[in-house]
């Protein structure tokens, strides 16, 4: 009796897949401090900042279109700032009051919508399906920011 080798092949495919993925990088080319949100297609969410003239990356596992987001550090900064501080004494002491929930939740809202503001630019792109990167094992994706002094605008080209 011949022994098929279609479930050891499957089971390779299945785990080559899982090791297979794309990094995002995100550079900065200004001399100012980035806040950054990347956004991809399996609902994920990833942020963080990008100092002068550094970058930041992150690996991804799925493929599918992918969101980055850019806007000016301080003002994020100062908003999360607000928020560790009610997270804090929710920490200390197990209960916020209702103000405290109140401006909780408007902090929540600010950082949001300071994403959604004209301080901040986007660009999308798409992480390829396995099957077009599977010679090189992953997909290397370059997003470029930069801060124009003349408009106060942040741009982003998503490669």
């Not at 970058?55 to 994020?76: C, D, H, K, N, Q």
């Not at 009051?97 to 401006?103: G, L, P, R």
Request: glycine share 6%.
């Amino acid at each position: 009796m011949k022994k098929s080798h279609f479930p050891l092949l499957l089971l390779s495919v299945l785990a080559l897949s899982q090791v297979m993925c794309a990094t995002i990088t995100i550079e900065n080319q200004s001399g100012e401090e980035a806040s950054v949100q990347l956004t991809v297609a399996s609902g994920g969410s990833y942020s963080g900042r990008v100092p002068p003239g550094g970058s930041i990356y992150w690996t991804v596992s799925r493929s599918g279109p992918y969101t980055v987001s850019v806007m000016p550090f301080e003002p994020y900064k100062d908003l999360i700032l607000a928020n560790r501080k009610i997270a804090q004494r929710f920490f200390e002491t197990g209960a916020l009051d209702t103000s405290e929930m109140a401006e909780f939740r408007r902090l929540q809202l600010n950082i949001a919508q300071l994403f959604l503001s004209d301080v901040a630019t986007s660009c999308s792109g798409k992480i390829s399906e396995i099957s077009e990167f599977v010679e090189d094992d992953f997909e290397n994706i370059f997003v470029t920011i930069s801060y124009d002094q003349q408009t106060g605008k942040w741009n982003a080209a998503c490669g």
